[in-house]
């Protein structure tokens, strides 16, 4: 089956800890978006990336990093200059050639930091 | 910049009512106009999506219609079940530069009692 994966579906962090989500898709997709879901409100783009080896950053970028080395892969690192990183992840996938091309999204993490 | 703006929520209805979720947008040129929904503790899925002006995306019962003249995409469906109780999240892809890139509003919940 195509999709996308997302792991872990639960996530427990310390303060002052660096922690990476996975996202994986096998749909051949070029471009790779990473989300945060906070309750109340809309999605909000940290970073995207359009073809490996290149990213973005997005609307909320700042206390996070990502890699694309592959084009399947696209993990997103929490830092610990995150200042407030408890939230729904969301990682999404789409070939944006097309105009109205869809975005597919993984089941995404949900990150709680103790 | 580009927004989107959905009614507020949450939305409570008896099983068999007429829905409607009013979503507007502010976009520059022609953007592709979706509507996702997210199932409690999953990611989103695409509902439907219109391209151009006076499109109407149609799936499952819902239906909305690309307004250029009102800058509006807004949700319908005759006879909701308990079953369509989620979060509805209408988006724009404004495309150029931005392709790919989704904004979304802030979400609308729907609850669908028996």
């Known amino acids: 089956d195509g999709g996308i994966t997302q792991s872990p579906k639960y996530l427990f962090r310390k303060e002052g800890q660096n922690v990476t989500l996975s996202c994986e898709q096998n749909?051949?997709?070029?471009?790779m978006y990473w989300y945060r879901q906070d309750p109340g409100q809309g999605l909000r783009l940290i970073y995207y990336s359009q073809i490996v080896n290149d990213f973005q950053k997005g609307d909320i970028a700042e206390g996070y990093s990502v890699s694309r080395e592959k084009k399947e892969s696209f993990p997103l690192t929490v830092t610990s200059a995150q200042k407030n990183p408890t939230a729904f992840y969301l990682c999404a996938s789409s070939n944006p050639g097309l105009a109205g091309d869809t975005q597919y999204f993984g089941p995404g993490t949900r990150l709680t930091v103790l | 910049g580009n927004s989107v703006t959905q009614m507020e929520g949450p939305v409570t209805l008896s099983e068999e009512a007429f829905l409607t979720i009013n979503c507007t947008y502010t976009?520059?040129?022609?953007?592709?106009l979706f509507w996702y929904v997210q199932y409690p503790g999953e990611g989103l899925q695409l509902l439907l999506k219109?391209?151009?002006?006076?499109d109407k995306g149609s799936n499952k019962g819902f239906e909305a219609t690309y307004r250029k003249e009102t800058t509006s995409f807004h949700l319908e469906k005759g006879s909701v079940q308990v079953s369509d109780s989620a979060v509805y999240f209408c988006a724009l892809d404004a495309g150029g530069t931005s392709y790919g890139k989704l904004t979304f509003g802030q979400g609308t919940i729907l609850t669908v009692h028996p």
């Open positions: 749909l051949n997709h070029d471009a």
């Open positions: 976009a520059t040129g022609y953007p592709s």
């Open positions: 219109a391209t151009k002006a006076d």
